[in-house]
């Protein structure tokens, strides 16, 4: 009987220490697991972005939309023009004359009405004996040349038809982001009604080297054809004309550029008010970040742009902004570099007050500014002072280029030619001077040697005779 009560309680006991063992061990190990599920979860949960989910998710990324919105808005656009065949050795030797041909270009151009006002470039059209359109829909019209800017390469176009036209509305340029994606559409090598993806690769690229261009760059496919197309943000508004690609095969090779919208839509603006471009200066000059002065006064590094002169009786200089101040901001528009602030003064007139915000004695002021218009500013050129015509001599006579003549102390000029205040020069060395910039220009390539360095020159005299001299 006692074996039986001690196997009993033996059997117990040991039931006891199983389930005791099995619930320290067993049971604690299945909360661990647990546990480690939920930093998992919070993982999740607190790296989540509402402003990146759009990227993650792909499948939101959708343009149709813009797409179907603006693809019926571009158009072909098709140039001819006459030009002149090359004289052969035979046609010299027995006198032939070269029988005229025509010349077919084509590019894109942007409907931004309904009336049927086109936005192209001026390269585009250039030369043109006459321009046809090609909707979407296929129905070909003949445009008129309503007026161009070779400046900003921005051309407009008109159409009629019978019923509203498709078009784009024009978007805030200056709002557009780095990162942003946008569409070209256009017609690539003639193949129309072409849309294409990428996304804002920077703003206010010059490509010439000179401060005087102010692109947006994108990484969108642009190829022969597309200019003059549009550059659209994923909404379906327009904030580029697609201008020029960087490639040396002539094809798309991974960026393009296209004149801000901001700029265009000013240029046509004008145009259709004024018939030709209100160009507005502030009247400041500035130090090359990148000039061995620059780099050697430790100005490279600075951030914005540092005015190294203001012009006499211009709008900056009455408002008093001086040599050494830094401009930051325009408007509440950085300025980075002088690409930024050229592409936004684009946008303005004569007369328009744009807020400058500077950086001077290590404090910062907001001075308004009354823009001027550009023939008030004055360079010096070989003893004789230059300023740009005036938009209103040049339309009246005609003039697609000159710089006028304001002060001559040039001794040999005079007495050679007889220049003097009133003379318009026209080219130095078959090269257009169509404003002081190209005087400018000029005058960088040779610097004191200037005068040396010219072999013809071509002017219009006080009685508006052109005359050329070639110096030997």
């Known amino acids: 009987m006692k074996k039986i009560l001690t196997l009993v309680c033996v059997s117990v006991l040991g039931g006891i220490i199983t389930l005791s063992a099995y619930t320290m061990f067993f049971e604690k190990e299945a909360l661990i697991v647990t546990d480690q599920t939920q930093p998992a979860s919070s993982f999740i949960n607190t790296n989540y972005d509402a402003k990146t989910a759009n990227i993650l998710n792909t499948n939101q990324l959708d343009f149709t939309v813009a797409a179907e919105n603006t693809v019926h808005a571009v158009v072909h656009v098709k140039n001819t023009a006459v030009v002149s065949s090359q004289a052969t050795l035979q046609d010299l030797f027995f006198g032939n004359q070269s029988s005229p041909r025509a010349q077919v270009g084509t590019g894109s151009g942007v409907i931004i009405n309904k009336d049927g006002y086109i936005i192209t470039n001026n390269h585009v059209i250039a030369g043109a004996k006459s321009i046809s359109i090609t909707l979407n829909d296929n129905r070909v019209y003949e445009a008129e040349l309503i007026g161009t800017d070779e400046k900003t390469d921005i051309a407009l176009l008109k159409i009629d038809a019978d019923e509203d036209l498709p078009s784009i509305p024009f978007g805030d340029s200056d709002t557009a982001k780095i990162g942003e994606w946008v569409l070209a559409v256009g017609n690539p090598f003639n193949l129309t009604s072409t849309v294409t993806a990428g996304i804002i690769s920077a703003k206010a690229r010059d490509l010439s080297g000179r401060n005087s261009q102010s692109f947006i ?118 300025i980075s570099k002088f690409s930024d602030l050229s592409g936004y003064i684009k946008t303005k007139r004569p007369n328009d007050v744009v807020n400058v915000e500077v950086l001077r004695d290590d404090k910062v002021k907001t001075i308004p500014v009354k823009l001027s218009k550009s023939d008030i500013v004055v360079v010096e050129f070989i003893d004789m002072e230059l300023r740009n015509l005036p938009a209103e001599f040049k339309k009246e006579n005609n003039l697609t280029e000159g710089v006028l003549v304001q002060k001559n102390d040039n001794a040999f000029l005079y007495r050679k030619l007889g220049f003097r205040p009133g003379y318009i020069i026209t080219r130095i060395n078959d090269i257009e001077m169509k404003t002081i910039e190209d005087i400018s220009r000029f005058t960088e390539k040779y610097g004191k040697n200037a005068q040396d360095k010219i072999e013809k020159l071509e002017f219009i005299d006080a009685y508006g005779k052109r005359k050329e001299v070639i110096f030997q």
């Open 217 to 334: 760059q994108t990484d969108a496919a642009v190829n022969p054809g597309n200019s003059g197309g549009a550059l659209v943000n994923s909404r379906g508004e327009l904030v580029g004309i697609n201008t020029a690609i960087s490639s040396q095969t002539g094809s798309y090779i991974g960026y393009s550029f296209a004149v801000p919208s901001n700029i265009a839509r000013k240029v046509i603006e004008d145009i259709m008010e004024f018939g030709d471009v209100q160009e507005g200066i502030l009247g400041v000059s500035v130090l090359n970040r990148n000039s061995k002065e620059a780099i050697e006064r430790g100005l490279n590094e600075i951030d914005g742009v540092y005015v190294s002169n203001v012009a006499d009786n211009s709008g900056a200089k009455v408002a008093g902004i001086k040599d050494g101040d830094i401009i930051k901001k325009l408007d509440n528009v950085e």
